[in-house]
Nanobody, 117 residues
């Protein structure tokens, strides 16, 4: 069993910054990719950013240049630095861990990010 615990969400004004962190624990034998997804009310969950084991990063177009994903495999952690936040970034952010290129993945419980003045 794998557990993912997110932290760092909260309320921030437009233009502000937040840093999300996710720590994985349990039966983690390999990690192909870790990433962050978000889901706003009434919308589908969407990829925000992902980083694979070789360091390749993928970002949603709307966050390029503002968000930066990083990971520490030794500590099974992934972080998301979010700068220049906009109201449209408001959502519940979920951490995701994919052990291999095939098969399923694990999810955290989510952390709320609210961007509002």
């Amino acid at each position: 069993q794998v557990q993912l615990v997110e932290s760092g969400g909260g309320l921030v004004q437009p233009g502000g910054s937040l840093r999300l962190s996710c720590v994985g624990s349990g039966s983690i034998f390999s990690i192909y990719a870790m990433g962050w997804y978000r889901q706003a009310p009434g919308k589908q969950r969407e990829l925000v950013a992902r980083i694979t084991s070789d360091g390749t990063t993928t970002y949603q177009d709307s966050v390029k240049g503002r968000f930066t994903i990083s990971r520490n495999d030794a500590k099974n952690t992934v972080s998301l630095q979010m700068n220049s936040l906009k109201p449209e970034d408001t959502a519940v952010y979920f951490c995701n861990l994919k052990p291999s290129i095939i098969g399923g993945s694990y999810w955290g419980q989510g952390t709320q990010v609210t961007v509002s003045s």
